[in-house]
């Protein structure tokens, strides 16, 4: 009975198959890219695309049941490659913390992972990448980095950051005009003597923010001072190292009214220095910083800022990362500027004579 057996009959065996491991083991690739090319995501060339689906044709290829379970309601994966500024006790900038936490959110409600990727080296950002579908470029990286991922296949976002490849798009925030406003808040309030302080200058972020302060300081005719500008370098582009570098200034009879600041985190080192010195904020010593900080309303006083609302961020880049993975060009083309808006607080004082009185 059992040789006129065929697999036509209800009773044959079911023919054997094998799962996303053993075709990974047969095939000499690792799981991830199996996994890529079945799902047709970015990052496999065609020819090992079409050497995994014949593969899993010929070895009967099933996923197991719980990889039936996840198909039920795809995921994309978005891989964010973040290289922060570290303070001396490797602390990292609030900012940019609670900006993850906020992406975070805002993909999982849209049926999206998020994979945090610390930056070490381009050799093992080649490596990470292979394992998402979208990548995300936040923190100091060189134009290098950007043309590993693109290398792979595997399209990008980055943030206040810009590279020449069509598969990346940028996501600016408009610095010029931040720091225009704040040297024209400034000197309506009468001050003349304004510094400025950002990080190191090859950063699209801060390189804005340096270009921008002598011209907006030209158009209201006032005092270039050179030595009341700093870019500090990365490994002082903190709250201590702002503290450290301004204190020589700050104890100085001659010293600005004013400074103007690239971040929060800076701003904060600022007022740790004048408080060590026995400034008074705002009456010594105005400031305006960036990222609206919760932190920043409990200070004493209040700090004047920008804010770009995470909330905005996060979906916009969720966004650009739905369309960029889906293999569509973004409608809003390959770059998004996004306006702040200005919080004016208690960190800055009038210096202007009151009129007198009739």
């Not at 010293?255 to 904060?268: G, K, N, Y």
């Amino acid at each position: 009975m059992n040789a006129f057996m065929t697999f036509d009959s209800p009773h044959a065996p079911a023919p054997a198959t094998i799962d996303i491991k053993e075709l990974a083991r047969v095939l000499d690739l690792s799981v991830g890219t199996v996994s890529r090319s079945l799902n047709n995501r970015a990052g496999v060339s065609h020819k090992t695309r079409q050497r995994v689906l014949a593969a899993a044709k010929e070895h009967r290829y099933a996923p197991n049941s719980a990889a039936r379970q996840l198909k039920a309601r795809p995921s994309m994966q978005l891989g964010l490659f973040f290289a922060p500024y570290y303070g001396p006790n490797r602390e990292i900038n609030p900012n940019a913390l609670h900006f993850i936490e906020q992406l975070k959110h805002t993909l999982t409600a849209q049926g999206m992972d998020l994979t945090i990727l610390y930056y070490k080296d381009d050799v093992d950002l080649r490596t990470q990448a292979m394992e998402v579908d979208v990548g995300l470029f936040y923190g100091h990286f060189k134009a290098e980095s950007f043309a590993v991922v693109h290398d792979l296949g595997i399209p990008a976002i980055l943030f206040d950051k810009v590279s020449d490849f069509d598969d990346q798009i940028s996501v600016l925030a408009d610095t010029k005009q931040s720091c225009n406003i704040a040297v024209q808040y400034l000197a309506a309030l009468g001050h003349e003597r304004i510094g400025m302080m950002t990080g190191p200058a090859s950063e699209h972020y801060f390189h804005a923010y340096a270009e921008a302060f002598p011209e907006s300081l030209a158009e209201f005719n006032l005092p270039i001072r050179t030595d009341w500008i700093f870019e500090l370098p990365s490994d002082r582009c903190n709250q201590e190292g702002a503290c450290t570098t301004l204190l020589p200034l700050l104890a100085s009879a001659d010293r600005p009214t004013a400074i103007v600041f690239a971040s929060d985190w800076l701003a904060l080192g600022a007022r740790k220095a004048a408080r060590q010195l026995g400034l008074s904020i705002p009456a010594d010593l105005s400031l305006i910083g960036r990222d609206n900080l919760p932190i920043t309303t409990e200070v004493d006083p209040p700090l004047t800022t920008f804010d770009l609302h995470h909330g905005r961020i996060a979906q916009t880049i969720t966004h650009l990362a739905i369309q960029l993975g889906s293999h569509r060009r973004p409608s809003a083309g390959r770059t998004v500027f996004l306006l702040p808006d200005f919080i004016k607080r208690g960190s800055c004082v009038c210096l202007r004579p009151a009129p007198a009185r009739a």
